[in-house]
T-cell receptor, first 111, second 115 residues
Framework: SQKIEQNSEALNIQEGKTATLTCNYTNYSPAYLQWYRQDPGRGPVFLLLIRENEKEKRKERLKVTFDTTLKQSLFHITASQPADSATYLCALERNNNDMRFGAGTRLTVKP | EAGVTQFPSHSVIEKGQTVTLRCDPISGHDNLYWYRRVMGKEIKFLLHFVKESKQDESGMPNNRFLAERTGGTYSTLKVQPAELEDSGVYFC?????????????FGPGTRLTVT
């Protein structure tokens, strides 16, 4: 069965360090992979989208890689700040519907 | 520009009752999606509308759930009769039309508690 796994439920890092979150999937061939941020009591907010033929995407302090051979995406936040503390979700999509989410990783950046 | 709005923000009902959730997408967005997050689990896709048509409803758990989008604007999701396992947060999202995947804009969610 299709499975999406995010490396851990929670990740704690020190301010200024780089946070690296992992998203692994099995039995799935996504055309797109997206990363979302979710704060408590709010809906997910789109951060980055990467296509299956792209290796890497950057946006300000964010970087996403996508390895379709390893079936893995890495999400990096450089120079992390306490305001980056949130739950980060990866989502896989084959077509323009049926987006499947991982369970999320709760990131805490300590000052 | 207003984002995706959902109503109510929180609903507490008894098992066997009926609840209707409403979602107003961003104006002009043809795609509308419903998702559900049960406590501690991942967000799961329920269904997808393109305008007023159901494009994909493969994620709907059973026939107690009915989604409509009359006129291709707002959408409702009715649960009748509600069961305990229906408790969770129901998210709605919308996106622009087109062949490419566009980012989905999520509403704040409706927290449903069935007692």
């Amino acid at each position: 069965s299709q499975k999406i796994e995010q490396n851990s439920e929670a990740l704690n890092i020190q301010e200024g360090k780089t946070a690296t979150l992992t998203c692994n999937y099995t039995n799935y061939s996504p055309a797109y992979l997206q990363w979302y941020r979710q704060d408590p009591g709010r809906g997910p907010v789109f951060l980055l989208l990467i296509r299956e033929n792209e290796k890497e995407k950057r946006k300000e302090r964010l970087k996403v890689t996508f390895d379709t051979t390893l079936k893995q995406s890495l999400f990096h936040i450089t120079a992390s700040q306490p305001a980056d503390s949130a739950t980060y979700l990866c989502a896989l999509e084959r077509n323009n519907n049926d987006m499947r989410f991982g369970a999320g990783t709760r990131l805490t950046v300590k000052p | 520009e207003a984002g995706v709005t959902q109503f109510p923000s929180h609903s507490v009902i008894e098992k066997g009752q009926t609840v209707t959730l409403r979602c107003d997408p961003i104006s002009g967005h043809d795609n509308l999606y419903w998702y559900r997050r049960v406590m501690g689990k991942e967000i799961k896709f329920l269904l997808h509308f393109v305008k007023e048509s159901k494009q994909d409803e493969s994620g709907m758990p059973n026939n107690r759930f009915l989604a409509e989008r009359t006129g291709g604007t707002y959408s409702t999701l009715k649960v009748q009769p509600a069961e305990l396992e229906d408790s969770g947060v129901y998210f709605c999202a919308s996106s622009q039309a087109g062949a490419q995947t566009y980012e989905q804009y999520f509403g704040p969610g409706t927290r449903l508690t069935v007692t």
